[in-house]
């Protein structure tokens, strides 16, 4: 008969549930100390109702303790409390190492008042009071019903089944057969275990690796390292829903690019008696997705090219996944020109552009190479803005040049080769590694109508040369001194002339002054013959002059 049949009967409730709790009660059922005091006792519930309602109540029990025992993994149903210990089933240790074996009891109630501090524990083999397990070196308080117990050097002899036994100083005295622990010994321990198993993430991931291993020995838990060391780790001690342990650590790091590809271990050491150890380890590769890193260009034929030569570029760049377009750009100076696309691109050299970057994309973003700059070789020229200007009494002339490699620059004044000197100062200046700017100050003393100046500029693929106009300055002084004199010439007679028409002018208004004057003392009509005899007196003056 079972719970079952119980509420199937047509017999009382209480009494057929007594029998089968009864009948429970005496099974090696394991439960732990703490459910024992959750009796289930069907009489003493059902005889203080009616008989149609204590089928309804008992139906209503049986099942809310079954449920509740059930999701807890344990059946729970005695009458009273009985000797019972929970202990895992099977516990598995490293030869020469130690185990701890999770342990706890119960006894009858009547026995409670017997349990001391006299009382020991022992683990013996199956029927027998023959000691299997070697002497506990460390055992829980049995008064408080822990039987906890820790072994150390455990090897063969050991392997097998053993049950607990309680040996008080007075009549309590009990073997726990209701369960049998059986013990294995191992050479080699389990690998440990890794959580997630695989790892595939983008760049920038939060990521949280877990290792654990079984710890069968609480003293002495196995050790646990991460490799490479990508972050701190934290070890905690965890509990298994048997009491046994697990060590556990958790890796915390931020995922890089530079992680892809790496194997990252877990490695658990453990003890063994005499100091020695043994390791085990599980491991990953790291699987990360993330943007092109590292482009760069790379110039083929390397090395110097001559000018007006053909050349490859090729964008080289590391990306997962792969990219899916790349793009080609001239530095210009002050702007960037797109010339091309591709993952390689052909170009002929000029003097004129020697910078280029490529720009490789894929899904999770762009990535960008640094400048490259391809070394074109070519002859030396010499730029436009080489020129001459006189300053006082010296003339000052300065020549920029250009060429791949480096030229040589050098001043000839009427052919012959110019050096720094006392009347000469000559000053050079490297730009880059290809440019040269040279400045020479000359006194007008050194120049005549037949002087010449050059600038000359060479390296091995060619040379080149300009020749500075220097009469030029000379005639340009000339016409700015002859325009300075007839400007000051022209100056001159109009202020000459300007002062006479003054003249003049001021000695018309004193006669006509006078004349007005003379009429208003004596009028007469003979006045008007007389002014216009002054008139043309003062009309013939004005012509002789």
């Not at 490259?372 to 002859?379: A, D």
Request: glycine fraction near 4%; proline fraction near 6%; charge should be positive.
């Amino acid at each position: 008969m079972n719970i079952f049949s119980i509420m199937a009967t047509d017999r009382p409730m209480n009494e057929a549930a007594h029998r089968e709790s009864s009948r429970l009660s005496r099974l090696p059922i394991p439960c732990p100390r703490e459910k024992l005091h959750l009796v289930f006792d069907v009489k003493e519930k059902l005889t203080t109702i009616g008989p149609q309602s204590r089928n309804m109540a008992g139906i209503q029990t049986i099942f809310t303790l079954l449920v509740i025992c059930l999701m807890k993994g344990f059946l729970c149903i005695q009458t009273k409390r009985e000797f019972n210990i929970i202990i895992p089933e099977t516990v598995e240790v490293l030869t020469g190492s130690c185990l701890t074996i999770p342990c706890s009891f119960d006894i009858r109630k009547e026995y409670d008042g017997k349990l001391n501090r006299n009382c020991k524990g022992t683990w013996v083999a199956p029927g027998t009071k023959t000691t299997k397990l070697p002497p506990v070196d460390k055992i829980g308080n049995l008064t408080e019903k822990n039987c906890t117990s820790t072994f150390l050097n455990m090897n063969s002899d050991h392997a097998g089944e053993s049950q607990f036994r309680l040996d008080c100083d007075n009549e309590l005295k009990w073997t726990f057969t209701n369960l049998t622990l059986t013990v294995k010994l191992i050479d080699r321990p389990p690998s440990p275990t890794l959580s997630p198993s695989a790892l595939t993430v983008k760049e920038g991931t939060s990521v949280s690796l877990t290792c654990s291993a079984p710890a069968s020995c609480l003293s002495h838990p196995p050790t646990l390292t991460w490799t490479p060391k990508l972050a701190d780790s934290q070890e905690t001690l965890k509990e298994n829903q048997d009491q046994t342990k697990v060590q556990i650590s958790v890796l915390n790091f931020t995922a890089s690019h530079l992680h892809h590809g790496k194997r990252i271990t877990c490695t658990a050491v453990y003890w063994k008696h005499g100091g020695s150890g043994v390791s085990v380890n599980s491991s990953l590769t790291a699987n990360i997705r993330y943007s092109p890193k590292d482009t760069r260009v790379s110039v083929s034929p390397s090395g110097p090219v001559p000018v007006h030569r053909s050349v490859s570029l090729t964008c080289i760049s590391d990306a997962r996944p792969k990219v899916k377009n790349y793009s080609w750009y001239r530095d210009d100076g002050e702007q960037e020109s797109l010339i091309g696309h591709g993952r390689v691109l052909n170009i002929t050299t000029s003097i004129s552009y020697r910078d280029y970057f490529c720009k490789a994309e894929n899904e999770l973003g762009p990535g960008s190479s640094n400048i490259t700059h391809i070394n074109v070789l070519f002859p030396p020229w010499i730029r436009p803005l080489s020129k001459c200007t006189k300053a006082g009494n010296q003339i000052n002339c300065s020549c920029e040049t250009d060429g791949n490699p480096a030229p040589n620059l050098i001043w000839l004044l009427n052919g012959k080769t110019v050096n720094q000197s006392e009347t000469t100062k000559i000053n050079t200046d490297s730009l880059n590694k290809t440019y040269l700017r040279s400045s020479i100050i000359l006194s007008l003393s050194q120049i005549n109508d037949c002087t010449t100046l050059i600038c000359s500029s060479s390296n091995y693929l060619g040379s080149t040369k300009h020749q500075f106009s220097l009469n030029d300055l000379k005639i340009q002084d000339e016409v700015s001194l002859l325009l300075i004199l007839r400007v000051t010439v022209v100056s001159l007679i109009s202020v000459f002339v300007l002062l006479i028409v003054i003249r003049f002018l001021y000695k018309r208004h004193k006669l006509k002054n006078q004349m007005i004057s003379e009429i208003n003392t004596n009028p007469h009509p003979l006045v008007d013959r007389n002014e216009e005899a002054a008139e043309d007196k003062l009309d013939f003056n004005t012509s002789e002059l």
